[in-house]
């Protein structure tokens, strides 16, 4: 059976769907009863991934106007979730960050994925555990790559 590789990376794709979707959803009951909305969620998340940002920063990666931005932020530092700081060079220059509390909130949603892999990975033979290494292995690899410019080797 010959398959070229746009049908392997359909292939790969439907099976991580199915996996995702067979997957019950196990959300953190602390972000059931949080009050954030799905804005504040993802400016967190842009702070995880990107670490002190400045608000333009901020609003360009979320995709909406500044004082959107700002009047979400402020919202997130009264909840104690992001810090707000100005930088001594220009005091007009606003760097936010995601406070110890926030951090937190953050860690807890990324223990639950974790969770969720143990739990994926739990009752594969030694030898399917060492393929999937070695796939995850791969990926890493490729990220990395792409990361450090270098596409790699796209066969």
Same mark, same amino acid.
């Given at each position: 059976m010959t398959t070229d590789r746009g049908e392997l990376v359909q292939q790969i794709l439907k099976l991580s769907e199915d996996i995702y979707n067979s997957i019950p959803l196990n959300i953190p009951s602390e972000w059931l009863e949080s009050d954030l909305s799905v804005a504040q969620l993802r400016i967190l998340l842009v702070l995880q991934s990107q670490g002190p940002?400045?608000? @333009? @920063?901020i609003a360009s990666v979320i %995709?909406?106007? !500044?004082?959107t931005a700002t009047g979400v932020v402020d919202n997130l530092v009264r909840? %104690? !979730?992001v810090i707000r700081e100005n930088t001594s060079e220009d005091r007009r220059v606003v760097i936010c960050s995601l @406070?110890? =509390? +926030? =951090?937190e909130l953050i860690n807890k949603l990324w223990m639950t994925g974790r969770f969720q892999m143990v739990n994926l990975l739990d009752g594969l033979t030694m030898e399917q555990l060492e393929k999937a290494h070695e796939v995850a292995r791969m990926l890493y690899e490729n990220v990395s790559r792409k !990361?450090? +410019?270098?596409? %790699?080797?796209?066969?």
């Open positions: 940002s400045r608000m @333009s @920063s %995709g909406v106007a !500044l004082p909840k %104690g !979730l @406070s110890p =509390q +926030g =951090q !990361l450090n +410019g270098n596409k %790699g080797n796209t066969e």
